[in-house]
């Protein structure tokens, strides 16, 4: 008898509980939320298919291609995520701090990926862009240049004097 009692007891706790959570008023309140949303999940699925697809069709079955159709999708559907769960008010703060993290954490793993994987092609590419540069230097003092009609020309000596003398 205790049993049914007790039973019964939390039972009608759960009822009006349940109540003061889904009350017609907090329905109507919230329900342009919920509708966004909805539009939220649905308009972010369908650019996630999209990139996806474009991806495979773009990249092909390249490596880098299958990486990106299957890592782009996911990360349009993880912010999606996290914009519904904002849009829906739930654990506002706590999604927030995620998000933030999140970010933080992937720019930091990609920075650390391309600075320490990529030191060699980085140190490749500012000795080839300094030997252009070098190069393009070297042809600009060796050349007579004319800038446009009434400038000044430059010659190899440095001497500036204005065009046609």
């Known amino acids: 008898m205790t049993l049914l009692a007790s ?3 939390s039972s009608a706790s ?3 509980c349940w109540s003061a ?3 017609p008023r907090r329905f109507r309140r919230s329900s342009p939320n919920i509708v966004a949303a909805i539009l939220i999940f649905v308009v972010a699925s369908a650019l996630a298919a999209w990139l996806g697809r474009t991806l ?3 990249l092909g079955d390249t490596p880098t ?3 990106a159709a299957t890592a782009l999708p996911v990360l349009v559907m993880a912010i999606a995520v996290f914009m519904i769960l904002n849009q829906l008010r739930i654990a506002t703060d706590i999604v927030v701090i995620t998000y933030a993290a999140l970010l933080g954490a992937v720019a930091l793993g990609m920075a650390l ?3 320490l ?3 060699d092609v980085a140190a490749r590419m500012l000795e080839d862009a300094y030997r252009s540069g070098q190069e393009a230097r070297a042809q600009y003092r060796g050349k007579i240049y004319q800038r446009s009609a009434g400038s000044t020309t430059v010659r190899p000596d440095g001497e500036r004097r204005p065009a046609g003398t």
């Open 65 to 67: 291609g299958k990486l």
């Open 14 to 16: 759960y009822s009006s």
């Open 117 to 119: 994987g990529g030191r």
């Open 56 to 58: 495979s069709s773009i």
């Open 113 to 115: 990926a391309f600075g």
């Open 7 to 9: 039973y019964r007891g």
């Open 21 to 23: 959570i889904w009350s």
